[in-house]
């Protein structure tokens, strides 16, 4: 309870409640908890999603002014889950970009009779598929070391090594 003075408790103003599940090791019982998380962040979402339909229409009695906040263990790894997913788009695109970078700079057109191998196609697809089968070997490989993946991982290091593999093509070449 929060916002109120000696015992007058019901003019507390806000209000945290704390639901505490048994932690273990044991699998059945970890999936159980995160079954009941997900059901539970469920159940909330339709909660606010309804509250506030209610409020926007009108329909909602004043008296009963709340808001509700809430989150669960999970909401961290599932949010972090869900931006990993929508960056894949970003990451194709941006090694799309490369590629036809890499083989339009690179290439000299001399006729079109020699277009594509002067323009070397080749040598921009190969130069980025090397460069993208690095970052997925070097995940695979900590993956079978047992260690976990992190956000900066999934995000920050296949746009490192993309950059570094491109300037690294200009170089050979």
């Keep these: 309870l929060g ?22 090791n044991d699998p059945e019982k970890i999936r159980l908890a995160e079954a009941w998380e997900k059901v539970f962040l ?24 709340f808001t509700v906040f809430y989150s669960a263990e999970r909401s961290i790894q599932d949010e972090l889950n ?27 057109i001399r006729s079109w009779r020699t277009f594509l191998i002067d323009l070397k196609i080749s040598v921009g697809f190969i130069g980025v598929l090397f460069v993208l089968l690095s970052v997925m070997s070097s995940i695979g490989f900590y993956s079978y070391c047992g260690i976990a993946g992190t956000l900066i991982i999934f995000e920050v290091i296949p746009f490192l090594v993309l950059a570094v593999g491109v300037d690294n093509i200009f170089i050979i070449v």
């Design 3 to 24: 916002n109120y003075t000696d015992t007058a408790y019901a003019n507390a103003t806000a209000l945290v409640i704390t639901i505490v599940i048994e932690n273990s």
């Design 42 to 65: 469920d159940f909330m979402k339709n909660f606010t999603e309804t509250q506030k339909t209610l409020r926007d229409s009108g329909k909602w009695n004043q008296s009963a002014n």
């Design 82 to 108: 869900r931006q990993s997913r929508s960056d894949i788009l970003t990451i194709v695109i941006s090694y799309t970009i490369m590629f036809l970078y890499v083989t339009l700079t690179l290439g000299h």
